[in-house]
T-cell receptor
Framework: DAGVIQSPRHEVTEMGQEVTLRCKPISGHDYLFWYRQTMMRGLELLIYFNNNVPIDDSGMPEDRFSAKMPNASFSTLKIQPSEPRDSAVYFC?????????????FGDGTRLSIL | GESVGLHLPTLSVQEGDNSIINCAYSNSASDYFIWYKQESGKGPQFIIDIRSNMDKRQGQRVTVLLNKTVKHLSLQIAATQPGDSAVYFCAPSAPNNAGNMLTFGGGTRLMVKP
């Protein structure tokens, strides 16, 4: 079974550059989540979608961050302009059904380093 | 300089022994709980879940116990193996304005000694 697929696995770029992270959820899953994981704050929910519609973006740190889900099989998280403090591992997860009380399935993340 | 960050509790066990990882949660409205395992360089992986109408659930080599009275759950791993070495997260489902959402604690690092 294909799980959640994220790309790229690693990204190193200079501050000020635009960064785009990509996610393909598990087919048939109605919910998609973006998380950020750092040593300082652990795993933080940034935003989640239900049926391609953003439901809660209260975790997005600031206007430099934006997320889209143009269709059921693809989502992007964009940072523009990027800053060194954005360095983290970014995870995408998806879950089935219309009830969020179901397990979320995670991708293997994108390790982002902003120099 | 001083290193500042999350201090992960660490449990060190001998291969073959049983492991017990504990988790306390604060929201009494939590009604669904998941345990995840995260190996180095990978995303959290679903292990087992339990709903609040149960106090015990068993999987393959794993058992989750839920005590709603004291808001505590535990993950028991039988006959711990080196492949069990990872960070383990409990994730209670807590209600917010947008619906029930999982919240992740800081995790516990399990180290298995051969």
């Amino acid at each position: 079974d294909a799980g959640v697929i994220q790309s790229p696995r690693h990204e190193v770029t200079e501050m000020g550059q635009e960064v785009t992270l990509r996610c393909k959820p598990i087919s048939g899953h109605d919910y998609l989540f973006w998380y950020r994981q750092t040593m300082m704050r652990g795993l933080e929910l940034l935003i989640y979608f239900n049926n391609n519609v953003p439901i809660d973006d209260s975790g997005m740190p600031e206007d430099r961050f934006s997320a889209k889900m143009p269709n059921a099989s693809f989502s992007t998280l964009k940072i523009q302009p990027s800053e060194p403090r954005d360095s983290a591992v970014y995870f995408c997860a998806s879950s089935p059904g219309v009830d969020p009380n179901q397990p979320q399935h995670f991708g293997d993340g994108t390790r982002l380093s902003i120099l | 300089g001083e290193s500042v960050g999350l201090h992960l509790p660490t449990l060190s066990v001998q291969e073959g022994d049983n492991s017990i990882i504990n988790c306390a949660y604060s929201n009494s409205a939590s009604d669904y709980f998941i345990w995840y395992k995260q190996e180095s360089g990978k995303g959290p992986q679903f292990i087992i879940d339990i709903r609040s109408n149960m106090d015990k659930r068993q999987g393959q080599r794993v058992t989750v116990l839920l005590n709603k009275t004291v808001k505590h759950l535990s993950l028991q791993i039988a006959a711990t193996q080196p492949g069990d070495s990872a960070v383990y997260f409990c994730a209670p489902s807590a209600p917010n304005n947008a619906g029930n959402m999982l919240t992740f604690g800081g995790g516990t690092r399990l180290m298995v000694k051969p």
